[in-house]
């Protein structure tokens, strides 16, 4: 896996990691709230000559319209092989800017400098790389790597309550999935007051970790997506209507689904679901969904990419801070954990 550089000089950082790169030209990426808030504190870094590229923020622009944008850009700037990309954003910016970089002229080399919490502690991190499609979260996609990432905390006193709020869930998971220890120590009760610093180096160990025993998501990666099945199905069914959730709210109420089959499938103790759904309503309260929302949520569980054929396959936690997967779940017991969610 290529460098994952955490600076609070992120200028002093940029400038000396740039000069190292051999590149013809610079095409940076911002979304509208990039551009106004983080675009300006790396300025400095960049050379002169540089092209800057602009589009819409949100998850309903992470799609093959925003794409055709930015690669009729990157042809109209004169991009050639040995040009590089700057991503400078949050998990959308960094997936669909890494995924065009990929595969404009088969590929040209790009940086991530990510700008939210989640993808400080997540996104940017692991290669993951892609863009919706037809109602599927990260449906088009590749694996690829940043030449390096630079995470400066200092971005994040822009951003707002509710993306800190979201980042915080990928955080959770991380203890869930891989640490005890790390889960127990989290505020939950002034979630706001967690010391964001520490948790990025750490969450950014612990994904690291898990990437470079499957770079490609052969197996033991697929705990990475613990919550996601579920958590995937809520943030794609409800994305263009009033409900719209953020990617770590959806996730957050997947978790508790999820925590729930655990219970029935993995030998999860009931205590540890009791902790884990009390600690998660603590921060994000219970979603609004209904019976009528179960059909399209089971639908879209189908298309996740842990299925083998027609099997449903969940990561799912023995306890907390360990989590197994490829375990079969039909739509009865996906129905049913709904079901669970919305009588608590
Ligand atoms: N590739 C991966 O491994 C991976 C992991 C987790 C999530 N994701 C993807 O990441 C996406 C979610 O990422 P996200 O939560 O960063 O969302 P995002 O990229 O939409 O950013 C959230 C919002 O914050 C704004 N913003 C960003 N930085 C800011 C700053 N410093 N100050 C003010 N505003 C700022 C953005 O313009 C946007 O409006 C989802 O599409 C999800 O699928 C990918
Ligand atoms: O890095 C991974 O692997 C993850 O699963 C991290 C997730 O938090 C992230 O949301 C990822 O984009 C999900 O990938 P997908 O393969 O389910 O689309
Ligand atoms: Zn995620």
Request: proline share 3%.
């Amino acid at each position: 896996m290529n460098p994952v550089y955490i600076s609070t000089s992120p200028i002093l950082k940029l400038s000396e990691l740039l000069e190292g790169l051999n590149f013809s030209s610079l095409f940076v990426l911002t979304d509208e709230n990039t551009h106004q808030h983080c675009y300006p504190l790396i300025q400095k870094a960049l050379p002169k000559e540089h092209h800057l590229f602009t589009f819409p923020a949100g998850e309903s622009h992470k799609n093959l319209e925003t794409c055709a944008s930015i690669w009729s850009e990157m042809t109209e700037a004169g991009l050639d092989r040995k040009a590089l990309c700057l991503n400078i954003g949050g998990g959308v910016l960094g997936d669909m800017g890494g995924f065009c970089a990929s595969i404009y002229k088969r590929g040209i080399r790009f940086i991530n400098m990510p700008t939210t919490l989640l993808s400080q502690v997540d996104a940017s991190v692991g290669g993951k790389l892609g863009i919706d499609f037809e109602g599927l979260k990260n449906h088009l996609g590749v694996f690829n790597e940043p030449e390096f990432v630079l995470i400066s905390p200092d971005f994040l006193k822009t951003l707002p309550e509710n993306e800190l709020r979201s980042g915080f869930a990928e955080i959770i998971k991380h203890g869930l999935i891989k640490d005890h220890t790390y889960f127990e120590m989290l505020n939950f009760e002034d979630w706001k007051k967690n010391d964001w610093e520490y948790l990025i180096e750490h969450s950014v160990a612990i994904k690291k970790a898990v990437v470079q025993e499957d770079p490609k998501e052969a197996g033991l990666r697929k705990i990475l997506n613990f919550g996601h099945t579920i958590g995937h199905a809520l943030e794609t069914h409800f994305l263009d209507g009033p409900n719209h959730l953020l990617h770590g709210e959806a996730i957050a109420a997947g978790m508790i689904c999820e925590a729930w089959l655990s219970v029935q499938k993995t030998g999860l103790s009931q205590e540890d679901l009791s902790q884990i759904q009390e600690k998660l309503l603590k921060v994000y309260g219970k979603i609004q969904i209904s019976k009528d929302d179960f059909g399209a949520a089971l639908d879209l569980c189908l298309q996740d990419k842990k299925n083998e054929g027609k099997e449903i396959l969940f990561s799912l936690l023995e306890n907390i801070g360990t989590c197994t997967y490829n375990i079969p779940v039909s739509r009865k017991e996906i129905e049913a954990a709904l079901t669970y969610y919305c009588t608590i």
